[in-house]
């Protein structure tokens, strides 16, 4: 295993490049795009055997892929924001026809007003569309979770979106520890599953009455809720195989005596960290929960780790109009009949605002004061 | 209530939907007649898309235009309305 300084989108190639994908399907866009160039290198420089599809939009990115998936081949795409959304309508069809996409997301914040600027607000506009999402808390998360992402999806055949923020990840070197091909290869097996057959012609997706919707929705459900034993099981071979130090679903630090707990996905993680050392030193008995799985959402697992606390603050990059942070969200509603927990939803860094250890710390003290509203979101940095 | 076994990957064999004679996933159940005797002809008139015809064997219902509704079975006696897929049945 050798270590190199690469960019979060370097390493996102760099993981889809050692998982050796058949094709790539892309149309620009920014902050996803050096993630492109690179594969498009790779290509051209013959170090990797791909189809690079060049299309007119995200929407027929996606679709090339999916199409590419269904004949069988190991298939990736990686986009953001704005082409996130004109992907929508095929994320549902990637999902529902069970196909083992990955696909990249340097998360960007979504018009209007326009921004360029890292959130996860795009992300989370794919919450409910089925496929499994995984937050990167830095540049060695992403390369593990791509790689990981390849077996899990074509295991459970359900696609698997890997989330890391765009500029904060996507354009800034880490020093990143890159596993050995062979390694690699051997621990993602190409098992292709093709549902088109050219001696076998069956019609694809085709019109389903009420006596089979709902009974398709239940099966992609429980492979979904299956999910929650695969992941941690995959990074466990993961870690094993290749020494690495990759997240299963949730990952505790400092939790041991912990009365405050601060939870959190994505690249805020490592700024949380930062802030429970700087709080430790002081004695004060804080610590961080990392949620690199939100869906399916680890209800079970986040709760675990948060049986002896009393506070919790929940760090959300995204914001839900009219319900608050999409994590903070779904942890009240797990907690639900855990009445010795206040639980403080956190709203902070949209569209690129500054959220740094001062604003984290902020916010935890807001959780601990007499006028934080727990059933609301509260804003930091306005 | 049992999960019925589908494929993975939501697909149909060529044809099912339209020019099969099986095409009848737009209906949830068709109707079948029980006892031909007791069978009331003024369905022929009420049957909105003319599947019901009469020939010497009697009535006949055709499942190629029947959509299914169900106005044949409430007007008459010696019709009922069974369910088109039943137990754990897959493709169509």
């Known amino acids: 295993m050798n270590k190199v300084l690469i960019t979060g989108s370097e390493a996102a190639a760099l993981g889809a490049k050692l998982a050796k994908i058949e094709v790539l399907g892309y149309y620009p866009i920014t902050p996803a795009f050096p993630a492109m160039e690179r594969l498009s290198k790779y290509i051209d420089d013959e170090e990797l055997n791909c189809k690079f599809i060049r299309v007119e939009s995200d929407h027929s990115a996606l679709a090339a892929v999916l199409g590419a998936s269904l004949a069988g081949a190991r298939s990736y795409t990686v986009t953001n924001s704005q082409g996130l959304l004109l992907m929508t309508e095929v994320a549902y069809h990637a999902a529902g026809l069970r196909q083992p996409i990955v696909m990249g997301v340097a998360n960007r914040a979504l018009s209007a007003p326009h921004s360029r600027f890292p959130e996860q607000g795009d992300a989370v506009s794919q919450g409910a569309s089925g496929w499994i999402q995984f937050f990167c808390e830095n540049n060695q998360d992403i390369i593990d979770n791509t790689i990981q992402a390849f077996r899990i999806a074509e295991e459970l055949r359900n696609p698997v979106m890997v989330n890391y923020e765009g500029y904060i990840q996507s354009h800034t070197l880490e020093e990143v520890y890159v596993p050995d091909q062979e390694k690699v290869t051997v621990f993602l097996p190409l098992n292709r599953q093709p549902a088109l057959d050219i001696t076998h012609p069956r019609g694809v997706n085709t019109v389903t009455s009420p006596e089979f919707y709902t009974d398709y929705k239940y099966i992609q459900n429980e492979a979904m809720t299956e999910a929650l034993n695969v992941i941690p099981r995959v990074a466990e071979e993961y870690n094993k195989e290749f020494d690495a130090e990759s997240c299963g679903l949730v990952e505790g630090y400092r939790l041991e005596d912990a009365e405050h707990v601060l939870v959190a996905m994505g690249s805020i993680v490592s700024t949380a960290r930062i802030l429970v050392d700087e709080l430790r030193k002081e004695g004060k008995k804080i610590g961080l929960l990392k949620v690199k799985v939100w869906r399916p959402f680890p209800a079970k697992a986040i709760l675990d780790l948060l049986q002896k606390a009393r506070y919790v603050t929940v760090l959300d990059k995204n914001i839900v109009f009219g319900v608050g942070g999409a994590l903070a969200t779904d942890i009240k509603a797990a907690s639900y009949g855990q009445d010795n927990l206040i639980i403080n939803g956190v709203i902070l860094g949209l569209g690129g605002r500054k959220c740094g250890v001062d604003e984290i710390k902020e916010a935890v003290n807001h959780t601990e004061s007499s006028d934080s509203d727990k059933n609301r979101s509260e804003w930091i940095g306005l | ?92």
């Open chain 2, 1 to 92: 209530m049992a999960v019925k076994n589908l494929p993975i990957v939501p697909s149909g064999d060529p044809g099912a939907l339209a020019e099969a004679s099986n095409a009848a996933i737009q209906r949830i159940k068709r109707p079948e007649i029980t006892d031909l005797a007791k069978v009331n002809p003024i369905v022929l008139l009420y049957c909105p898309d003319g599947a019901i015809s009469l020939d010497e064997n009697g009535i006949l219902i055709s499942y190629k235009l029947c959509k299914g509704c169900g106005i044949c079975a409430k007007e008459s006696e010696g019709i009922v309305m069974v369910p088109e897929y039943t137990g754990p049945k897959g493709i169509f």
